[in-house]
């Protein structure tokens, strides 16, 4: 049977949004997201990491650092309160147009948000319903991927979530709902779930 899960992007919603992260160290959790995350461990939500991260496409560093800096993520998590993600997904692929220039890693491709291709691979892996799904952003490419997947958008105020509200990112999608940051975004899926 299909279950529902919440989607989360990385940078801005999860940890602290410092543009492309070249030291591992610099890596830094949002306050109160290991606790949010942990709610939705305790509910037996299953918890995703979705997220574009073209550093390996710009020749930024290899994929390899994209994994070292999810390690430290997902060890942050457990240290801070044994919070868990239940699978990771990414995109380090970026069209040549988009600015890749690292030929192993610079194509289209479906999983670059705001196309679905995480997200059907998650649920197609993980036996997922993505119609009682949500996505947790915080740019207007997170909703579009919500909306585009059939999922709830949900648009934090973190990272760049502001400024997506306040115009600077001019955008036509509207989120199904705006929350201050992934704790509040958290209570309110669970009151739907």
């Known amino acids: 049977m299909t279950r529902p899960a919440v989607f989360l992007d990385r940078d801005g919603v999860l940890n602290q949004e ?16 290991a606790t949010a995350v942990r709610q939705l461990n305790d509910r037996g939500i299953f918890c995703c990491l979705v997220s574009n991260q ?18 430290r ?20 692929h970026l069209s040549a147009p988009e600015g890749g220039i690292d030929p192993d890693y610079t194509c289209w491709t479906t999983w670059r948000k705001p196309n679905t291709g995480m997200l059907v691979a998650a649920a197609w892996d993980h036996d997922l319903d993505l119609s009682r799904s949500f996505m947790v952003g ?7 991927l919500a909306h585009n997947a059939g999922c ?35 209570t309110w899926i669970c009151q739907r779930l």
Do not use: N
Request: aromatic fraction near 10%; hydrophobic fraction near 40%.
């Open 54 to 71: 073209a550093g390996p496409a710009r020749g930024y560093y290899p994929q390899s650092h994209v994994e070292q800096l999810h390690e």
């Open 138 to 144: 915080d740019k207007a490419t997170d909703v579009d």
């Open 73 to 92: 993520l997902c060890y942050l998590l457990a240290a801070e309160a044994e919070a868990q993600l239940d699978a990771l997904y990414y995109c380090p």
């Open 18 to 33: 410092v543009g492309y992260i070249h030291r591992v160290e610099d890596l830094h959790l949002i306050p109160g997201v």
């Open 152 to 186: 709830t958008g949900i648009l934090v105020q973190t990272g760049y979530g502001e400024r997506v509200l306040s115009g600077v990112y001019q955008h036509v999608t509207q989120p199904d709902y705006i929350a201050p940051d992934l704790a509040a975004a958290v």
